[in-house]
């Protein structure tokens, strides 16, 4: 895998509306959560980013490209930080899901060819679109969607040339909790039973 070929990309950008304050600042044994995604995505890329229209990630040493366009939703942030991208392949990883690792996203790196679209699905047809690799080829049926104003970023992975990956079935690298993903004080709560720090 050649680190200088493959970007990685923090969304940070989101309302936090459910939470109540900005996840991605809130910690997790003393660390915040953006830094988590940071650290899965270093030893993968030689670029890491965070995308976000808020300019308080001075501390994690990553540049931040904002949207560029008004409207707070994943897909703008993955199309206006792949317009920016210089390279083929884009790790996306959502500032809220700490526990993931970095043998699960190389894991889908290796196995992204020869698609433009890439994301774990689980056994109940959930997907992951927060979690996933994203070709700068991918950027045409993205912006197909925001032009029309369908911001659904899920339609528009099922549009496009997309891989689903199974991560339920036998793969060593999956644990129970990777995928969690906090968006409520509940969640949090949740989570820091599960790591011993409530």
Same mark, same amino acid.
């Given at each position: 895998? +050649?680190?200088?070929? @493959? #970007?990685g990309?923090?969304?940070? *950008? *989101?309302?936090? =509306?459910?939470?109540? %304050?900005?996840k991605s ?18 030893? $993968? ?8 229209? !808020?300019?308080?990630?001075?501390? #994690?040493?990553c %540049? ?5 366009l ?5 897909? /703008? ?8 991208s210089? #390279?083929? /392949? ?10 993931m690792?970095t043998?699960?996203?190389?894991? $889908?790196?290796?196995k ?6 890439t994301?774990?699905i689980?056994k109940n *047809?959930k @997907? ?11 950027i ?9 104003? +369908?911001?659904?970023? !899920?339609?528009? @992975? ?6 689903? /990956?199974?991560?339920? =079935?036998? /793969?060593?690298?999956? #644990?129970?909790?990777?995928?969690? !993903?906090? !968006?409520t004080?509940?969640d949090? *709560?949740? $989570? ?7």
């Open positions: 895998m +050649n680190r200088s070929k @493959i #970007t990309i923090v969304l940070a *950008g *989101g309302r936090s =509306s459910r939470m109540g %304050e900005d600042l809130m910690k997790l044994n003393g660390k915040p959560l953006v830094e988590y995604s940071i650290d899965a995505l270093k030893p $993968l890329c030689d670029m890491v980013v965070i995308s976000s229209g !808020n300019m308080i990630y001075d501390f #994690t040493g %540049e931040v490209w904002p949207d560029e008004p409207d707070q939703a994943p897909i /703008i942030g993955i199309y206006s930080c792949l317009k920016r210089e #390279t083929e /392949i884009n790790i996306f990883l959502s500032c809220d899901m700490p526990l690792s043998s699960m996203i190389g894991f $889908l790196v290796a992204s060819a020869p698609f433009d679209i994301v774990p689980h *047809g @997907i992951e679109p927060l979690c996933g690799i994203y070709k700068k080829s991918s045409g049926i993205i912006k197909e969607f925001i032009d029309k104003g +369908n911001y659904r970023l !899920n339609g528009c @992975i099922r549009s496009a040339s997309c891989q689903f /990956i199974d991560v339920d =079935s036998q /793969i060593p690298c999956n #644990t129970p909790n990777l995928f969690i !993903n906090i !968006n004080p509940t949090f *709560g949740h $989570l820091l039973l599960e790591e011993g720090t409530g």
